[in-house]
């Protein structure tokens, strides 16, 4: 190794013109210093005699509380400055939440061990994610944040709910250079409350860092959106259409994006969306990294992969489709008894927060209307309401405003509520990968949690097959559910 670089002109036998340098280019800058030119003036033993006297006196008064008023203000702020992201103590300094004492599955705790800071991120990043409260990486942030790191492609499949939001998010701002204003890394998400929450998230890990985020998602004022990418943006989470929109005006500059990220990279790679994303590649430089999550990939992701993903990285945790914390049920019933069935799990559940789905918009605001009328507190949502009042929702139900929320698929994807420990099925879903979303909604981050499917008799065949499919049991519901298998 090359110790040039090591140490200053003039140190050691480096530089300079000292006796020691046998350096045959001095630096001409450097003047050698004489050793006797600082030999203490006096008798050395009377200096330090005085030297102790004056320790002994500064203790006797600190211990009094004498001196100088404000000598005790400046070692505080002293104190206070030194203790920063660079202190060593600075772990002590954290405002970290109370421990999340609840059981978890061995979906986010069968882990190899490692700790963030094994990754080398950036203190502040890493001052974020403590106060988040996250205190160990889960298996897919172990998988993907070390290979994201290395400017690596990803294709990324792991459960609903074992931390794959921050398992991008992270790497993302790491990679991110605070100092060139220019948008560096894109986050696309399928819904409008999926990119508010990812943003949230993005904000909340990087609170310590000087990253601009923006959250930009159609529904909302285009004009407002101009304008703020007219300020500086690093970060840029949103919808594909609103995003492209931007990026056809010349509003949204994409030239400098290094990282394209995909969540529910399945549904953003349906038929509905992919177009879009196609397009929105090209506004990008061709040296991009591209990272795909998902719990599911379909066929269609094939024909994506082998044209923008040549050679990714693949991770698969999916050993099984289904959580292992989430207990499935199912009760037979007649149409006109389900508001009854459902009072009746009212009733008998002990319920932390649930959320209710229904095949239809129609259906959602009659049995939002229904459950008020029985007594109980609930809230819905779906694709139809206006914009600001979906947020509304979303963020009351989010907040604890509310026990219950009925909702179309509209919230299957993405949605993150720790609260949620019940899910229902009013109407029972068309397909395996509807399933799969909606029941995953409950038992988030390994936590336990219960799935109640409501099933005529036009059901049963999709029950069996879906069943098939995920390679999972979903049994008879008891006359009595034990508490323990939800709520420990």
């Known amino acids: 190794m090359n110790p040039r670089g090591r140490f200053p002109p003039g140190y050691g036998n480096r530089g300079g013109n000292g006796p020691q340098n046998p350096n045959p280019n001095p630096n001409p800058n450097f003047y050698g210093r004489n050793p006797n030119q600082y030999a203490p003036r006096g008798n050395p033993m009377q200096s330090q005699q005085q030297s102790q006297q004056y320790q002994q006196q500064w203790a006797r008064r600190s211990q009094m509380g004498g001196g100088d008023p404000g000598?005790?203000?400046?070692?505080?702020?002293?104190?206070?400055?030194?203790?920063?992201?660079?202190?060593?103590?600075?772990?002590?300094?954290?405002?970290i939440p109370p421990r999340d004492t609840r059981y978890k599955t061995e979906d986010v705790t069968a882990t190899k061990g490692n700790e963030f800071e094994d990754y080398f991120l950036k203190r502040e990043l890493l001052m974020g994610i403590y106060e988040k409260g996250f205190e160990q990486p889960s298996p897919i942030q172990e998988e993907s944040i070390p290979i994201a790191l290395t400017g690596s492609d990803i294709l990324a499949r792991a459960k609903n709910g074992t931390g794959k939001t921050a398992a991008f998010c992270i790497p993302a701002l790491e990679k991110i250079d605070q100092d060139n204003n220019v948008i560096q890394v894109v986050i696309l998400v399928p819904t409008r409350e999926l990119a508010l929450q990812t943003s949230q998230v993005c904000k909340e890990l990087g609170k310590h860092l000087k990253v601009q985020v923006m959250v930009s998602t159609g529904g909302t004022s285009l004009k407002d959106d101009i304008m703020r990418l007219y300020q500086p943006v690093h970060l840029l989470v949103g919808t594909p259409g609103r995003i492209l929109d931007l990026a056809k005006k010349g509003v949204c500059v994409l030239k400098d994006?290094?990282?394209?990220?995909?969540d529910e990279a399945d549904k953003l790679l349906s038929p509905e969306f992919q177009p879009t994303i196609e397009q929105l590649i090209h506004f990008l430089p061709a040296n991009r990294q591209i990272l795909l999550f998902s719990a599911t990939f379909p066929v269609t992701v094939k024909d994506f992969k082998d044209r923008y993903l040549p050679k990714p990285y693949v991770i698969n945790l999916m050993d099984e489709l289904t959580l292992k914390g989430i207990t499935q049920y199912y009760a037979f019933v007649e149409e006109r008894q389900k508001v009854h069935c459902l009072n009746t799990l009212f009733s008998k559940l002990q319920i932390n927060q649930s959320i209710i789905f229904c095949n239809s918009v129609n259906r959602v605001e009659l049995l939002a209307r229904k459950i008020t009328e029985l007594g109980f507190s609930c809230f819905y949502i779906h694709a139809k309401m206006l914009q600001d009042h979906r947020n509304r929702v979303f963020h009351d139900f989010r907040n604890g405003a509310c026990r219950?929320?009925?909702?179309t698929d509209l919230f299957t994807r993405g949605i993150d509520i720790q609260a949620v420990n019940v899910v229902i099925n009013f109407d029972f879903p068309k397909?395996?990968?509807t399933y799969l979303h909606r029941v995953g909604r409950s038992g988030r981050f390994g936590h336990l949690g219960l799935a109640v499917n409501l099933i005529t008799y036009e059901d049963r065949f999709n029950l069996y097959r879906i069943e098939q499919?995920?390679?999972?049991?979903?049994?008879q519901i008891p006359p009595q559910i034990d508490q323990a298998i939800y709520c420990r």
């Open 431 to 433: 397909n395996a990968e």
């Open 71 to 95: 000598t005790s203000d400046v070692a505080k702020t002293l104190q206070s400055e030194t203790v920063g992201p660079s202190s060593p103590d600075w772990k002590a300094q954290l405002k």
């Open 469 to 475: 499919e995920l390679g999972t049991e979903i049994k």
């Open 404 to 407: 219950n929320l009925v909702c």
């Open 257 to 262: 994006c290094s990282m394209l990220i995909m």
